[in-house]
């Protein structure tokens, strides 16, 4: 069973960094476009950033200069680097992406700015 693992996340203070992992385990024969969302308190869940199979990104309005995605294709694993952190992106930060062809979620990692 194929499945998404997120690493990486934890508290830090305003202005901070911070760089999560999505690992894909399990039999992966196709590591196609992955995303990141988000989801805060009481709102709805957002998409951060995205990235084809070929390098295409985009992103969130309010983050684009201060977050980055990237992959590891041999590595099925994908990258987000979180610059200049805000209390505003404090969030539960979930994976997802096509594995195989299917749309697969990971359990999600905690962020948290705060002062």
């Known amino acids: 069973q194929v499945q998404l693992v997120e690493s990486g996340g934890g508290s830090v203070q305003p202005g901070g960094s911070l760089r999560l992992s999505c690992a894909a385990s399990?039999?992966?024969?196709?590591?196609?476009?992955m995303a990141w969302y988000r989801q805060a308190p009481g709102k709805e869940r957002e998409e951060v950033a995205r990235?084809?199979?070929?390098?295409?990104?985009t992103y969130l309005e309010s983050v684009k200069v201060r977050f980055t995605i990237s992959r590891a294709n041999a590595e099925s694993t994908v990258f987000l680097q979180m610059n200049n952190l805000k209390p505003e992106d404090t969030a539960v930060y979930y994976c997802?992406?096509?594995?195989?062809?299917?749309?697969?979620w990971g359990q999600g990692t905690q962020v948290t700015v705060s002062s």
């Open positions: 990235i084809t199979l070929f390098g295409r990104t």
């Open positions: 997802n992406g096509l594995l195989n062809g299917v749309e697969t």
């Open positions: 399990g039999r992966i024969y196709s590591f196609g476009t």
